[in-house]
């Protein structure tokens, strides 16, 4: 039984090293950069935190995460996001922090962040008033970038076609509050 358990737990740690990829960092190395203000190092920390499922690993995780964002990070202010819309044990709901996140991750120029936050102005989420304007801007900036990929973005081509089509159903709802 105890062979049994160990080979379990072998299988496990393996999967979640599978998970972490090359990202692999020591957790050891990982704090002590953390702790000198190295974003990325808070951000992995975090995700690697995270892995261990536990409770407390998964709230020191938010909390390097919150670290992380603060120093900049876009894909940690994006992670924050959810976390501050629900609300839970790990911080509390804020939609007002959310959205300020989501602006940060997005003027980073983070796709997923982007395409949120036309959402947020598209739909007027989260306190946010509708502003189809700027949801048009939004999305016409993320089309632009299709050609050329300045900002290194690892995306699939369906992302594009996604916000195409929100380009045009901005423009539709544009025309319809205009009277057209």
């Given at each position: 039984?105890?062979?049994?358990?160990?080979?379990?737990?072998?299988?496990d740690?393996?999967?979640?090293?599978?998970?972490?990829?090359?990202?692999?960092?020591?957790?050891?190395?990982?704090?002590?950069?953390?702790?000198?203000?190295?974003?990325?190092?808070?951000?992995q920390l975090?995700?690697?935190?995270?892995?261990?499922?536990?409770?407390?690993a998964?709230q020191e995780?938010?909390?390097?995460?919150?670290?992380?964002?603060?120093?900049?990070?876009?894909?940690?202010q994006?992670?924050l996001?959810?976390?501050?819309?629900?609300?839970?044990?790990?911080v509390?709901?804020?939609?007002?922090?959310?959205?300020?996140?989501?602006?940060?991750?997005?003027a980073s120029h983070?796709?997923?962040?982007?395409?949120?936050l036309?959402?947020?102005?598209?739909?007027?989420?989260?306190?946010?008033?509708?502003?189809?304007?700027?949801?048009?801007?939004?999305?016409?900036?993320?089309?632009?970038?299709?050609?050329?990929?300045?900002?290194?973005?690892?995306?699939?081509?369906?992302?594009?076609?996604?916000?195409?089509?929100?380009?045009?159903a901005?423009e539709?709802?544009?025309?319809?509050?205009?009277?057209?």
């Amino acid at each position: 039984r105890q062979a049994a358990h160990w080979q379990s737990a072998l299988r496990d740690a393996e999967r979640k090293l599978a998970a972490l990829g090359d990202d692999y960092v020591p957790v050891a190395a990982l704090r002590e950069r953390a702790a000198g203000e190295d974003a990325e190092a808070q951000y992995q920390l975090g995700v690697q935190l995270v892995q261990a499922y536990s409770a407390d690993a998964h709230q020191e995780a938010v909390d390097w995460w919150i670290r992380a964002a603060a120093n900049g990070h876009a894909e940690a202010q994006f992670r924050l996001v959810s976390y501050y819309l629900r609300g839970d044990r790990f911080v509390k709901k804020d939609s007002d922090e959310a959205v300020r996140l989501l602006q940060a991750a997005a003027a980073s120029h983070h796709p997923r962040a982007l395409f949120e936050l036309g959402l947020v102005y598209e739909k007027g989420r989260h306190g946010v008033q509708r502003d189809l304007q700027r949801a048009g801007e939004i999305y016409r900036e993320i089309v632009a970038t299709k050609d050329g990929n300045p900002y290194g973005w690892d995306v699939e081509e369906r992302y594009y076609r996604m916000v195409e089509n929100r380009v045009k159903a901005v423009e539709r709802m544009q025309g319809m509050d205009a009277g057209g």
